[in-house]
């Protein structure tokens, strides 16, 4: 197997070939590329390439592989595509594709062309998606396949085994079969494993084991949590009534997992999850401008309590000089005790039953790291200027913004995820106000009143 940074450089080889040969008109030589290449390739190329050459590579697609790439793309690219095909188009494209690949991708389709690609559908496909596209999709129910294979308790181990040769093939990341009553009730689970190490003239209901249920309308972030820790490849997913209406595989919770990374990474900048990296300029430039004016006006508040003493400023020069290093300290310890909140959050490690005690060991944190770069600052201030008022005044202002950074980083993503605000989103910008607002105020507040 090559190592990961040798696959690395191959793919931009392979996508700087494609782009020339794009450029010099080869398209034959383009197509043949393209059908050696498996679908997660092929998606991983469409998206590194500017919008004109996606189009390109799409048309030159054959259309029995253009569903299984439509599921490897991100959402916004995805639904470029979709807009320009025909509702047969689209119905022929997710023919044979998974429940819940094939949910996502009309999800992103335009009402009335939805409706029409469900009409172009046959019955038995329409009621596997309209299964599962009713649930909202960062829920099991909208993650969940519906091919689950079932069993009765009642029958021998050696009919089942039978029953699955007669099928012949099982659906991807089948580990278990559910047992179920004749009202699909969940009962149970067999594992493969135990299927076929089991007496042939074992009754199921004698070898099967609890079934680990997931409720329908489950977080898909708590879903990556119940996997990672039970190491599970599939699970089943079930009603009110506990009839099992699916199952979840490991590989739509790693996609889970990868997005919320990328939506808690972009986020942080104040950036949109489905962010195209080759999007138009047109796109993009509203996008973060947002996200632009928002901290214009958390820095104008700045501004304005250094204009409140500016007549402190005029008289000592040298107050504007190191104004910057407090609100700028603040900010870090602030950004660090809420990285370390909203981390836990997401885990589910921090709740109601432990935010008291960690809110007093973020507060004992920074009181220490207050004293040790207050005493820091305050020294190398005092030996700088010459001026013992100056450095205790800064050292004073220093240790108050850290103890107040240290506690507003740990209560404030409690209280917005308390509002239903997500404090991956909104925490960083309230934060660094607070830290600028509170930093600037008590350094140049103690200036003014010890040192003017």
């Known amino acids: 197997m090559q190592p990961v940074y040798e696959q690395e450089d191959t793919q931009h080889a392979t996508i700087s070939s494609l782009s020339e ?15 050696e290449m498996p679908a997660e390739d092929i998606g991983h190329i469409i998206e590194s390439m500017p919008p004109k050459a ?24 995805r639904a470029g595509f979709l807009s320009k095909m025909a509702p ?15 949910a996502d991708i009309l999800a992103d389709l335009p009402e009335n062309l939805y409706h029409k690609v469900l009409a172009s559908m ?3 496909d329409r009621q596997r998606v309209a299964a599962v596209i009713n649930y909202p999709e960062d829920t099991a129910g909208g993650l969940m396949n519906t091919d689950a294979v079932t069993v009765r308790p009642n029958v021998e181990v ?3 085994l039978r029953y699955l040769r007669m099928r012949e093939e099982l659906p991807s990341h089948t580990d278990s079969l559910y047992v179920v009553d004749r009202n699909d009730h969940l009962l149970g689970m067999i594992t493969l494993t135990k299927l076929v190490t089991s007496n042939p ?7 099967m084991t609890k079934a680990p249920a997931i409720p329908a ?7 990556s949590h119940l996997f990672e820790r039970y190491d599970w490849i599939s699970a089943p997913v079930v009603n009110e009534q506990n009839q099992l209406i699916g199952r979840i595989t490991i590989d739509d919770v790693v996609d889970v997992i990868i997005e919320d990374a990328e939506q808690s990474m972009l986020t942080m900048a104040g950036l949109d999850e489905d962010e195209d990296t080759f999007a138009p300029v047109a796109k993009t430039v509203p996008k973060r401008g947002i996200w632009l004016g928002i901290n214009l006006i958390t820095a104008l508040m700045a501004a304005a309590v250094s204009n409140y003493f500016e007549g402190t400023l005029e008289k000592l020069a040298t107050i504007a000089v190191l104004m910057t290093i407090v609100p700028s300290m603040g900010g870090i310890a602030g950004n660090q005790a809420l990285t370390i909140v909203v981390r836990g959050i997401a885990l589910g490690h921090v709740g109601a039953s432990n935010a008291r005690w960690l809110f007093i060991k973020e507060v004992m944190v920074g009181l220490i790291n207050g004293i040790i770069w207050s005493v820091t600052v305050g020294v190398m201030v005092y030996l700088w200027k010459d001026d013992l008022k100056l450095g205790m005044v800064i050292a004073t202002a220093m240790m108050m913004n850290l103890i107040i950074a240290a506690a507003s980083g740990v209560s404030l993503p409690l209280v917005l995820k308390r509002m239903g605000i997500d404090p991956a989103i909104a925490g960083g910008v309230i934060l660094t106000t607070i830290t600028d607002i509170i930093g ?12 003017v």
Request: aromatic content about 4%.
């Open 88 to 102: 047969s188009e689209v119905a022929a494209a997710v023919t044979d594709q998974d429940t819940d690949d094939v």
């Open 217 to 223: 309308s489950l977080n898909d972030v708590e879903i």
């Open 158 to 160: 050696d009919v089942v």
């Open 122 to 124: 046959d019955e038995q």
């Open 54 to 77: 996606r189009e390109q590579l799409w048309h030159l697609l054959p259309h029995e592989r253009q569903g299984e790439i439509l599921n490897q793309l991100a959402d916004e690219i």
């Open 21 to 35: 040969a794009l450029e010099n008109g080869l398209l034959a030589e383009v197509r043949q590329t393209l059908s």
């Open 440 to 451: 600037l105020l008590t350094f140049l507040g103690l200036a003014t009143y010890f040192l």
């Open 201 to 207: 003239e074992d009754l199921v209901a004698d070898v």
